[in-house]
């Protein structure tokens, strides 16, 4: 009488208590430092990405300079990711020995749950983007249907910036970056004694 799961109902709620079993596990703190070492590992893999000396550095071992830029990248992101993500577990192991590891777990498990949620919104609203119309019938009877695509249009009309922008403003010429990080610094005019 309509109150069947579809195959797509079922690997929602899959998704969903896989990631609050995994969050609960882990701890909210870890959860949050996990992000927290990817986006130092990331920053630091940009950083020395723009940096003439790192770049100098790579191309003086390796050519072509693409390999060498893409080596560098690489190398300092997983090192960057280890030792971030080695403080991070140490952190949330001492966090979860404390008095709060209960409440630590509990809020990983609503973390979880949330972060399920939006990975499946994610999905959605991008296959709903690239398929606008002729859902699959398995998706036009889902019970989370509805829900999905009413958090689809409450993040869409919130937003307060157009995504076609962003994706036109994100299209920038690497070049005018390295400028403003490294300025090129004229050399001092040598005079030459008499």
């Known amino acids: 009488m309509g109150t069947e799961l579809t195959f797509i109902d079922i ?3 899959i998704i969903i208590f896989i990631s609050s079993i995994l969050a609960m596990l882990r701890g909210f703190t870890r959860e949050i430092l996990a992000i927290f070492s990817w986006i130092t590992a990331l ?4 950083f020395a990405w723009v940096s003439d000396y790192t770049r100098n550095f790579a191309t003086d071992l390796i050519k072509p300079d693409w390999l060498a830029y893409t080596i560098l990248v690489g190398t300092i992101f997983i090192i960057a990711l280890i030792i971030s993500s ?5 952190l949330s192991k001492v966090i979860l020995r404390s008095g709060i590891g209960s409440l630590d777990r509990i809020l990983g498990l609503l973390f979880g749950g949330i972060r399920g949620y939006v990975l499946i919104l994610t999905v959605y609203s991008l296959f709903t983007w690239a398929i606008p119309e002729n859902y699959p019938e398995q998706l036009k ?4 249907q509805p829900m999905l695509e009413s958090s689809k249009n409450i993040i869409k009309s919130n937003l307060l910036i157009n ?5 036109d403003k994100l299209s920038f010429d690497i070049e005018t970056i390295e400028e403003k990080i490294n300025p090129t610094i004229d050399p001092p005019e040598v005079i030459e004694g008499n």
């Open 163 to 167: 995504p076609s922008k962003v994706i």
């Open 11 to 13: 690997i929602i709620l």
């Open 141 to 144: 009877k889902s019970k989370f």
């Open 86 to 90: 080695f403080i991070a577990s140490r």
């Open 43 to 46: 920053s630091i893999a940009f």
